[in-house]
C-alpha cells in the first residue's frame, strides 16, 4: 500500500500499529469466532473492552476517583446542548471565553438555555490569540466558564488551565486532550469528540465531576443527561461498541509508548519542524497565530502569494501529504498533526515546504 | 477460526462477506492509503461512501424522492425524545399502539413532551400479540400514530402496516427494517437504530417525509432537530463515519443478494426452521407468541422445565451457537436471526434443540 501522511483535522490519522491489530481482529476477536462489531454490549467480551478502555483511559490521563468516565455519541456539538441543560438555570449565567470556531458554537447554543458572558474574545484579531487572563470579565457567581483549549480551525491552544475561583470549569478539549498531561482534578467537565486524538468519529468523551450530576432540569431527553450515562456505565442504550474498541487499542497504544508525558515531547518537537519551517521561510509562509498560543496539533499557515495556494497542495498531494487545505472560513493551509501523526510526517511535510519555497520564492 | 452462529438480539451477526471486505481495505481504502477511520467527513473519498450508501438505501427500499434519508447518532432512543419536540407540541396527542419493551420506551420519553393515548395494549397478555386494529381507541387529530413493527425482545412482529387515515404514521422498525419489502409511503417517519439489520451500532438511520420538517419546537436542541440534519445532508457535524462506510456495505450485499423480496423468502424460510423445531416438540419447547405476530427474526422460546435453561445454553456454547440467552425480563431463550443469519444457522440450532429434547424430554 501507498505510505501517506494525512494531515487531516479530523477524523485524522489513527496509530499504524492500532490499525493492523484491529485488521487483525476484525473477524474474529480474541477468539469469540465474532468480530467486536457483531457482539452484544451485555456480553462479557465487551463487558471487559468497556472496562478495560475506562481503566486505561484513567490511568492515561490519572483520572481521580470522583470523577465519571462516560462514553457518549453525538460528538462534543451534542454536549453544546447537552452542557447548559444539565449545568445551568435559564436565569443563570455562563461564563465563556471566546478564541474561535468552536467557542463560538458552544455560545450559539448556551445562549439558547441561559444567559451568556462573554469574558473575553479575540475576535478583534480574527482569533488568533488566547486573550489574557487578567483581562477576563467573570461572572462571580456563573454556573460555569467555558473555553475551548484548542481551536482546531484557528490553532490556538491554551498553553495553561484557567484559574476558575471555584466556578465549575468546564472545557472542549476535542482537539487536544491526551496531546499532554493535565490536572483533570482542576475541571468540572472535560468533554471530546473522539475522532483527532481518541478514535473513529461517533465516539464523544465526557469525564465529569461526581457532584455535577443530578441537578439537571426536569425536562431534559433522558439521553441528554449526564446522569443517565453515569448511572448505567454508559450503557443505558446501546453504545457505539466498535468505536470504544478502538479507542481502547489507541489508549493501550499510549501506555505502552510512554503515556502522555512522552506524547507531549514528541508533540512539541513535531510542531517545532513545522513552525521552524514556516518561520524561516522569510515570510514566504506566515502562520497568523500569536507565538504564545501556537497549537501543537492544528498548525494554520497561509503562503504570502495565494495564487500558489493550489500549486502547492497539488505538489504535497504527489508526495502523499494529504488534506492540508486550510479550513474555507480561514483559507491557506492546515496542517494536523495530532498523537498519531509520525515525527517523519513533518520532516516530509517541511521539506516539501523548503523546497517549494525555494523554487517559487 | 472457529465458525460460530451468533444469535445475538443486537449488536447483531453482520454478513462474513461483508466483514471480509470491511477487514482487506481496513489499511488502504480503494488506494487512497487511508483508512476510512482516517478520512476527512468532508473529503471526496467520505463523500463518496456516504452518497452511495444513500442511494443504495433508497433503491433497496424504493424511497420516495419526497423523503429525506438521514444518519443520525444516539441509536433509536435518542428519537424516542427527538419524536414528540419535533412533531408534538406539548398540548397535542401523540397516539401509541403498546406492544411491550420499546413500544414502552418510546411512550415513557413521548409523555414528558406531550399527552399520550394509548390506542390499544397487549400487556393484558404480557405483550404477546398484537392487538386487533379494529379495536384501537385513536386520536381524529393526533400529531402522530406510532408502533414498533417488531419488539425485538417480546418477539412479536406487526403483519401488516396500519391505517393511518391521514395522521402521520411514525414506526420504529428496528428490528425488522430490511428484513422484507415495506411500503415506505404510508409512512411519515420511519426510524431505526443499526445494531440488527443495518450496520455496527452508533449510527442511526431516519426516512423521514419532507412535510413533517421545519415544525420543531422552538427549543429543541439543534442536533435533535431532523431539519438539521436534512439541511446539511447528515453532515451538520461529524457523522459516524465507519459505520455509515459498514452500513454501506450491508446495503450493497443486500442488492447484489437480491434485495428485500428475496431476503424476505430467506427470512421466513429461517424462522420456520426454529418454530417448526418449536411447535414439534410436544410442549418441550414454548413460543409464547401469537401465531399472527410471530417475529421473523427474534425468537423468543422457553423450556417447559426452566431447569434445564442453564444446561441448553451450555450445550449450545460447546456447538458454538451463542447468546441463546433470553432477555432478562421475559427469561428463556432467544433467537435472534437478523438477515445475516445464514439458514444454516437456524438449521444447525433446531438440530441441537431436537437432539436436547429427545436426550431430556
Redesign the interface.
Known amino acids: 500500500?501507498?505510505?501517506?501522511f494525512?494531515f487531516?483535522?479530523?477524523?485524522?490519522?489513527?496509530p499504524?500499529e492500532v490499525?493492523?491489530q484491529?485488521?487483525a481482529e476484525?473477524?474474529?476477536w480474541h477468539?469469540?469466532?465474532?468480530?467486536v462489531?457483531?457482539?452484544?454490549?451485555r456480553?462479557i467480551e465487551f463487558g471487559q473492552i468497556l472496562s478495560e478502555a475506562e481503566a486505561d483511559l484513567r490511568a492515561l490521563m490519572a483520572i481521580p476517583d470522583n470523577y465519571k468516565v462516560l462514553f457518549l455519541?453525538?460528538?462534543a456539538?451534542?454536549q453544546?446542548?447537552?452542557l447548559p441543560?444539565n449545568f445551568a438555570q435559564t436565569d443563570s449565567t455562563i461564563d465563556f471565553v471566546h478564541t474561535g470556531h468552536w467557542s463560538k458554537g458552544a455560545i450559539a447554543?448556551a445562549k439558547?438555555?441561559a444567559k451568556v458572558n462573554i469574558v473575553a474574545s479575540s475576535e478583534d484579531k480574527n482569533f488568533s490569540y488566547v486573550p489574557e487572563e487578567s483581562t477576563w470579565q467573570r461572572t462571580p457567581d456563573a454556573a460555569y466558564l467555558h473555553y475551548c483549549s484548542n481551536e482546531t480551525i484557528g490553532g490556538v491552544e491554551f498553553n495553561h488551565i484557567p484559574q476558575s475561583d471555584g466556578v465549575p470549569l468546564i472545557c472542549d478539549m476535542s482537539s487536544n486532550i491526551l496531546s499532554r498531561p493535565i490536572d483533570v482534578s482542576q475541571f468540572a467537565v472535560i468533554y471530546a469528540?473522539a475522532?483527532k486524538n481518541i478514535?473513529?468519529?461517533?465516539?464523544a468523551l465526557s469525564i465529569v465531576r461526581e457532584d455535577m450530576l443530578g441537578k439537571a432540569r426536569s425536562?431534559i431527553?433522558?439521553?441528554?443527561n449526564y446522569k443517565t450515562f453515569a448511572d448505567n456505565g454508559s450503557m443505558?442504550?446501546?453504545?457505539?461498541?466498535?468505536?470504544i474498541y478502538?479507542a481502547g487499542l489507541v489508549f493501550k497504544w499510549l501506555l505502552k509508548n510512554g503515556g502522555l508525558a512522552v506524547m507531549e515531547q514528541k508533540n512539541i518537537a513535531k510542531a517545532n519542524v513545522l513552525y521552524s519551517a514556516i518561520d524561516a521561510s522569510n515570510g514566504f509562509y506566515h502562520c497568523p497565530v500569536a507565538l504564545a498560543n501556537r497549537s501543537r496539533m492544528n498548525i494554520p499557515f497561509t503562503l504570502a502569494d495565494s495564487n500558489l495556494d493550489k500549486e502547492f497542495l497539488a505538489g504535497a498531494e504527489a508526495r502523499?501529504l494529504?488534506?492540508l487545505k486550510g479550513h474555507r472560513s480561514v483559507g491557506g493551509m492546515r496542517a494536523s498533526i495530532y498523537n498519531a501523526m509520525p515525527l517523519e510526517g513533518c520532516q516530509a511535510l517541511a521539506a516539501y515546504m523548503n523546497e517549494f519555497a525555494k523554487t517559487k520564492g
Chains 1, 2 share one sequence.
Open positions: 500500500m501507498t505510505q501517506v494525512n487531516s483535522a479530523g477524523p485524522a490519522v489513527l499504524s490499525l493492523r484491529v485488521q476484525l473477524l474474529d477468539g469469540s469466532g465474532m468480530s462489531m457483531e457482539m452484544s454490549h456480553g455519541q453525538g460528538g456539538m451534542l453544546f446542548s447537552m441543560l447554543e439558547r438555555y469528540g475522532q478514535g473513529p468519529s461517533g465516539v425536562d431527553p433522558t439521553l441528554m443505558y442504550n446501546t453504545p457505539p461498541t466498535f468505536g478502538v502523499h494529504l488534506q
